[in-house]
């Protein structure tokens, strides 16, 4: 990056940090709904009773790498509470499933983000301006209903004589075993396609120790309906405040994984404000 | 964006990290014309550390017969497309480099390749460059030609995966100089693997994160070369460490065939990465290709080394090659023998400068038999 681009960039998230919520689309209401959380059914009827909100995106472009073509340019945002629960149901089209990891074939994934302290930059925070993230991942919620694939799921003539895990103890076979070895969290698995983060500026995006967020997507004629969900009230610090009467802001990210996005190569939205009804 | 001195191409380039170059670098010098792609290095490699979940087609180490031997398939020819026509005439680089050639809203050019291309390891295994006319065999030099070329992770002064990480989590030791992967911080972008032009960052499709060569480090933290040179049963492979371009010293081995004798030659230098491995070039093979792949001076490199053995100085440094297991720091030519030590001169090896010989009468009176010469 030259100097140039370099001051366009920090000019753009400095604007972008002060003019986003003013920007944003209309105040995404979390209405309180007499139903039992947590809200991981995309499919459940409580959401109609929660208005809709579109959210427009724009290409990541203020760190590199960028992907100016980005495929999903418009979200469909609804949010309810129960007191105890946040619920929200992020909807956009997308013509392919991408559930899948090979090293040409990414995942679909969508995120939710909330700010935890001080005035934080919608663009995955800052520093001193954390924030916390919720990310759904479709090729993770595919391992909860298919297992995990191995080789042979992936190359079905794949070779194999034997691995270190089956003729070594645990503790020394974990050297071999890469990522998993060491509890990699896109390693490992987990209980829910829904990874709890938080971060303070890009490249610090960090997996929470303790996690408290669900969440479930479908996948149906072309379209992602995803619903994310996490405790309203803080139970851990670093946890943001959703309680009901609280004003806050959100803000999402979406990844086309058949359009090769991933990482900083997404597509993002400014903050919107959110406000949790009583 | 840092300017950083590239002594591979004589001149300042853009690189998106401060110049800051290891205490000592981890180097490796291959002579190209002493392998015979028997791929012991390779199963040396398979072995030690990609026996796991998700490696299984996996190659840190490969051994390509070029030109068209490829691991990923076109790995070379996909880049320098991309890349175009480049000046590159000594001593100074006049083209681009790979950071500097960097479309918008990318660090460094590159691509992904498709996952069927890593499907081929041996594609185009001892293919020549074409078919010869009957009886053209007889004639020398022959029209025709191939070489194989082994490959590791360059580990280089300048890395491209390093630089392409938007989480940092690929990183360049400062004792040594090797490229190492997080495999706890790696999220399994991938902009690695698009970003490295050598294509020796992998995706392990099992673990979803990436993973590249270690340069075997616990065995270098042990005074040990890798397992790649150790194994190597043509002795084309000498392992140990380069030093930097303001510190050269003429006993080392490495800096004396890299720097002194100007023998070992980088890997396509003009990518910019400045790359730390190094090869003798094929004597055989005709200079146009060799200076697209090894930079200029590959003519005065096949010189030097056809005339290695009117130079006690070059064939004693050569001679070190597969001699010991050990790293050898620095080394001298006494008499009839060459000497290699550790950090601390202590001796690790001596090798004779030339074969003893020793004659056998051909007729044996206690067994009654003749000996013949039949292997």
């Known amino acids: 990056m030259n100097k140039t681009a370099l001051h366009c960039s920090l000019a753009t998230l400095v604007v972008a940090m002060v003019v986003a919520p003013m920007a944003a689309a209309d105040t995404l209401r979390a209405v309180p709904v007499d139903a039992t959380g947590p809200f991981n059914d995309p499919e459940a009827a409580f959401w109609e009773e929660a208005p809709t909100v579109t959210v427009r995106l724009n290409p990541q472009q203020v760190t590199r790498p960028h992907h100016a073509d980005i495929a999903v340019t418009e979200l469909t945002v609804r949010a309810v509470n129960n007191g105890t629960w946040l619920g929200i149901l992020i909807e956009w089209e997308d013509d392919t499933r991408d559930d899948w990891f090979l090293t040409d074939a990414f995942g679909d994934q969508v995120a939710v983000q909330f700010p935890v302290e001080g005035p934080a930059s919608p663009m995955m925070g800052n520093p001193g301006g954390k924030v916390n993230i919720l990310q759904w991942r479709a090729a993770f919620q595919r391992d909860l209903v298919d297992g995990e694939p191995d080789i042979r799921d992936l190359y079905p003539y794949a070779l194999v004589d034997v691995y270190p895990d089956e003729v070594l103890r645990v503790t020394d076979a974990r050297a071999f075993a890469g990522a998993m070895g060491v509890d990699n969290p896109v390693a490992r698995p987990f209980e829910s396609p829904v990874l709890e983060q938080m971060a303070e500026g890009w490249g610090s995006l960090t997996v929470k120790p303790m996690q408290h967020a669900d969440g479930w997507g479908v996948w149906e004629d072309g379209t992602w309906r995803v619903a994310i969900t996490r405790p309203a009230n803080q139970v851990m610090p670093g946890d943001p405040d959703l309680s009901p009467g609280t004003d806050t802001l959100a803000a999402f990210a979406v990844w086309d994984g058949g359009n090769r996005e991933v990482g900083g190569r997404k597509s993002w939205s400014s903050w919107i404000d959110l406000k949790v009804e009583e | 964006m840092s300017r950083v001195y590239n002594w591979q191409l004589g001149r300042e380039m853009d690189y998106p990290f401060e110049g800051v170059r290891p205490e000592k670098q981890f180097a490796m010098i291959f002579d190209t014309n002493k392998c015979i792609a028997c791929q012991t290095c390779t199963v040396a490699c398979k072995t030690t550390w990609t026996s796991g979940r998700g490696q299984e087609q996996m190659l840190w180490n490969n051994v390509e017969t070029k030109p068209y031997g490829y691991y990923p398939l076109g790995w070379d020819v996909n880049i320098l497309d991309k890349h175009g026509v480049q000046e590159m005439d000594g001593p100074e680089y006049q083209g681009r480099t790979l950071f ?276």
């Open chain 2, 100 to 375: 500097e050639a960097a479309p918008d809203g990318e660090i460094v050019l590159g691509y992904t390749p498709d996952d069927e291309d890593w499907a081929y390891p041996n594609i185009g295994e001892d293919d020549c460059t074409g078919s010869m006319e009957q009886g053209a065999l007889l004639t020398m030099p022959h029209m025709q030609w191939m070489y194989y070329l082994p490959r590791i992770c360059n580990h280089c002064t300048y890395p491209a995966c390093l630089s392409a990480c938007p989480r940092q989590s690929i990183y360049k030791r400062p004792e040594d100089g090797i490229v190492l992967l997080d495999q706890q911080r790696c999220r399994g972008y991938r902009e690695c693997v698009k970003g490295c032009p050598y294509k020796k960052v992998m995706f392990n499709p099992v673990t979803r994160v990436s993973e590249k060569c270690i340069g075997c480090y616990p065995a270098i933290e042990n005074n040990r070369q890798t397992q790649c040179t150790i194994t190597c049963i043509g002795k084309i492979r000498l392992q140990g460490f380069i030093s930097r371009p303001d510190e050269i010293r003429e006993d080392n081995p490495m800096d004396y065939l890299i720097h002194g004798a100007k023998i070992g030659k980088p890997l396509y230098p003009q990518f910019g990465l400045e790359p730390n491995t190094f090869y003798i070039p094929p004597i055989h093979v005709p200079p146009q290709y060799l200076r697209q792949m090894f930079g200029w001076g590959v003519e005065d490199a096949i010189d030097t080394y056809k005339r290695a053995s009117e130079d006690p100085q070059l064939l004693g440094a050569m001679l070190l090659f597969g001699a010991t297991p050990e790293i050898i720091h620095h080394f001298k030519v006494e008499g009839r023998n060459v000497i290699g030590y550790d950090a601390k001169r202590a001796e690790v090896v001596r090798v004779p400068m030339r074969e003893p010989i020793y004659m056998r009468v051909e007729y044996d009176s206690d067994l009654d038999v003749h000996r013949t010469n039949v292997t």
